[in-house]
């Protein structure tokens, strides 16, 4: 029986120990931004840990077509009774096959990365893949907004979100980063309570989004469709709690966003 868990952060990354280093010291001379852990799972639990969270959504990227096996195969053996790991598809590979593979190895959703994947998230190259997710009931999570790879080059807009979701009604789609990294105000004008399919994630917000902001789209939106999240290693999970403390979540409201909402997309109960 599955544990009814307080804090679950969907929003967690690591690497094999065999690439772990050198990925992230690519990845911190690229954000500019010195990581918490090492990269690797353990360093990863025990920030975690030391955070208060007693289960996470492990995600991967497979940044070629020739890594899809390789990520998802590591990530289906790290999943455990506390570890919930998403796969990783690229729209240049077999990606459809690719999808039920993951499926088959009982991996929980699928996470795209638009800039690290050189795709937009409206392009109808993509559409097939989202409802292929649709059809075997895999949330699709997608990084959303500025990212530092390119950031004068958003892959992921609000707009381009709309366009996606309305193009694939069937699918559920996780936006990280509040809908939008460093794009808050249009994904509160234009995303917040419009689509029933979208949750959004939390990742970065205990460190770049201000509390009146992050109550306004909770409000708009609704407390049942946002995920507890901290892009680990680059925020602590802790931060975004204290966050929501702070913005008149209901107990129910706030267990809902630290734990119940994940538990009820990843099938936990």
């Known amino acids: 029986m599955m544990p009814d868990f307080r804090y679950i952060d969907f929003h967690v990354h690591a690497f094999s120990e065999k690439i772990a280093g050198r990925t992230m010291a690519v990845l911190s001379a690229t954000s500019g931004t010195q990581p918490l852990t090492d990269g690797t799972l353990p360093g990863a639990e025990a920030l975690l840990r030391e955070c208060g969270v007693d289960g996470f959504v492990l995600l991967t990227i497979a940044t070629k077509p020739s890594q899809h096996e390789v990520c ?43 800039d690290y994947q050189d795709f937009h998230v409206d392009e109808p190259r993509m559409f097939p893949i989202y409802r292929k997710c649709a059809e075997l009931g895999l949330p699709v999570l997608l990084h959303a907004g500025v990212d ?64 009146a902001q992050l109550e306004r789209i909770i409000r708009k939106h609704g407390p049942e469709r946002f995920l507890l999240a901290s892009d680990c290693p680059w925020d602590r999970t802790d931060l975004t709690v204290q966050k929501l403390s702070h913005i008149g979540l209901t107990p129910d409201e706030l267990h809902a966003v630290c734990a119940g909402n994940a538990m009820r997309l990843l099938g936990l109960r």
Not at 81 to 106: M, N, Q, T, W, Y
Not at 194 to 200: A, E, G, S
């Open 72 to 114: 998802n195969n590591w990530a289906a053996a790290q999943k455990c009774d506390h570890i919930f790991p998403f796969g990783s598809v690229h729209p240049e590979g077999d990606a459809l096959r690719e999808i039920e593979r993951i499926k088959a190895l009982g991996l929980y959703g699928i996470k795209l990365h638009p």
């Open 148 to 211: 530092p790879l390119s950031p004068q080059h958003v892959h992921s807009t609000p707009e381009m979100a709309i366009r996606a979701m309305e193009a694939c009604p069937d699918t559920t789609f996780v936006l990280a980063h509040l809908g939008g990294n460093e794009m808050w105000d249009e994904v509160e004008e234009r995303l917040a309570g419009q689509y029933p399919q979208l949750y959004m994630d939390t990742a970065l917000v205990g460190t770049y989004v201000e509390e």
